[in-house]
């Protein structure tokens, strides 16, 4: 018998994106509310209780509410929000990162990682477990994302007739809601200082952490950076490291993929690099994750459904 799945806010742009990838699978059967009845409490707590499992693709506020009408002690939910990544009694989805695939495996919570924490935790914490990066170095990020990333109203103003916006700087405040996830799962003592930025894409992304060398312990060449990479990656399927030697790095690299691609780029004589990652932010940033640690959870195989 097929496992049911629910998708609470299956129309949003990151539903949209699991639906896609869902699609065709025999050992799984889509629940879908009618649309006159997505927003009846009463029919969204049958259908949240109902199912074996559940994908939350709604606003945090929203996705805490969803959570609290689930009684049903057999229902597992994955949190495409940002409500429950560093909440007690969740677990993290970064399937990658040591130990975390088993424990998704067992889990009843899974918190679907963010889309530019998913890059900056595959290029920092494995550094920071070995040592190579302390844990209260002062970090950076710069990172864009495709316009996707906003949402509905988001995709309207860019693709809007006349829209001539190509980049926008944004979170200037440094109180971006991805702050306390990427210092937490990334097991630092300080919080990064995070600059993102929405591109004239619509899907895709990059995400960047430079170095200065001669401030790591034993400083470090390119080569050694990259050997942990490898190392913590091995085997994987959807993450691969690439050659730090490219020209240029497109934000659209892996759009329309579940794929990360991570590489070490830089300058060993002058002592700099720049840690670059690129992935889809509706991909392995979202809805592709989700699918990724559905089929974990459910016990099939990892990548079933994912492109790449």
């Not at 799945?5 to 050992?27: K, Q, S």
């Not at 945090?60 to 429950?84: F, G, K």
């Not at 990066?133 to 994302?145: E, K, M, V």
């Not at 003592?189 to 619509?202: D, L, R």
Request: net charge negative; with cysteine.
């Amino acid at each position: 018998m097929s496992a049911t799945v629910f998708i609470d806010g299956a129309v949003g742009t990151t539903g949209l994106e699991i639906r896609d990838r869902l699609a065709g699978r025999i050992d799984l059967a889509i629940a879908l509310l009618p649309e006159e009845r997505r927003k009846d409490p009463e029919a969204r707590r049958q259908a949240l209780n109902d199912a074996d499992f559940v994908i939350l693709c709604l606003p945090d506020d929203a996705a805490r509410e969803a959570v609290a009408l689930i009684d049903n002690p057999r229902t597992r939910v994955i949190d495409a929000s940002s409500a429950h990544r560093v909440a007690p009694g969740w677990t993290y989805g970064f399937p990658e990162l040591p130990g975390q695939a088993e424990r998704i495996a067992n889990a009843a919570r899974v918190a679907n990682p963010g889309c530019y924490p998913t890059g900056f935790l595959a290029l920092v914490a494995p550094l920071v477990a070995t040592g190579l990066i302390p844990a209260d170095l002062p970090l950076s990020i710069n990172a864009a994302s495709g316009y996707s990333g906003g949402g509905k109203s988001m995709i309207a103003e860019f693709e809007a007739g006349g829209a001539t916006t190509a980049f926008r700087a944004y979170a200037l405040g440094l109180a971006h809601k991805h702050i306390a996830e990427m210092t937490q799962h990334a097991g630092l003592t300080h919080a990064p200082i995070f600059a993102p930025a929405v591109a004239n894409a619509y899907r895709g992304m990059v995400v960047e952490v430079p170095l200065h060398l001669h401030a790591l312990p034993g400083r470090p060449s390119l080569a050694a950076i990259e050997d942990v990479l490898r190392a913590a990656f091995e085997g994987s399927t959807l993450v691969n490291i690439a050659a730090g030697d490219a020209g240029a790095v497109e934000i659209e690299e892996n759009a329309g993929t579940d794929r990360l691609t991570l590489r070490v780029c830089g300058n060993d004589a002058v002592g700099h690099a720049r840690l670059i990652a690129t992935l889809d932010n509706l991909g392995k940033g979202a809805g592709g994750a989700a699918v990724q640690n559905l089929n974990i959870m459910a016990g099939v195989d990892p990548v079933a459904g994912l492109v790449f």
